[in-house]
């Protein structure tokens, strides 16, 4: 099963940072990564219609994963989940987990399984760090 990680952020900086270290880390051909970070005109800001395209030009791929960070990103992740069809929103998961953490997560783990409750688990139990 083809998979992608879309990193949405206020930033396209912060996004490419965390597409670099998943790439370096998950090396598969079923999973793309897709930086969506920062406003069309390369400013700081969040742009749904980087989602829809990214969608729209990805027809292979069968799962999307997505990870916002916070405020408006979480608003464009969820606006372009309302303005795509219903067959595409099917495919499409809004990820409640960390950014970082999270993506890099799920990013590994659907690097080596096509198990979607598994690839969440995965991304939703790495907020905690363990220190005591």
């Keep these: 099963m083809k998979k992608a990680i879309l990193l949405v952020s206020h930033s396209q900086k912060i ?54 960070d916070l405020g408006s990103a979480v608003l464009s992740a969820e606006l372009a989940f309302d303005m795509l069809e219903e067959a595409q929103q099917e495919k499409y998961v809004l990820v409640d987990a960390p950014l970082v953490e999270g993506a890099f997560a799920a990013g590994i783990t659907a690097s080596v399984s096509d198990d979607v409750e598994h690839i969440l688990l995965e991304a939703k139990n790495t907020p905690g760090k363990g220190w005591k």
């Design 15 to 68: 996004t490419d940072g965390i597409k670099e270290m998943i790439e370096q880390m998950a090396q598969s051909d079923s999973l793309q990564i897709f930086s969506l970070g920062g406003t069309s005109d390369g400013e700081l800001g969040s742009d749904p219609m980087k989602i829809i395209d990214v969608i729209n030009e990805a027809d292979s791929i069968e799962k999307f994963f997505v990870f916002a």
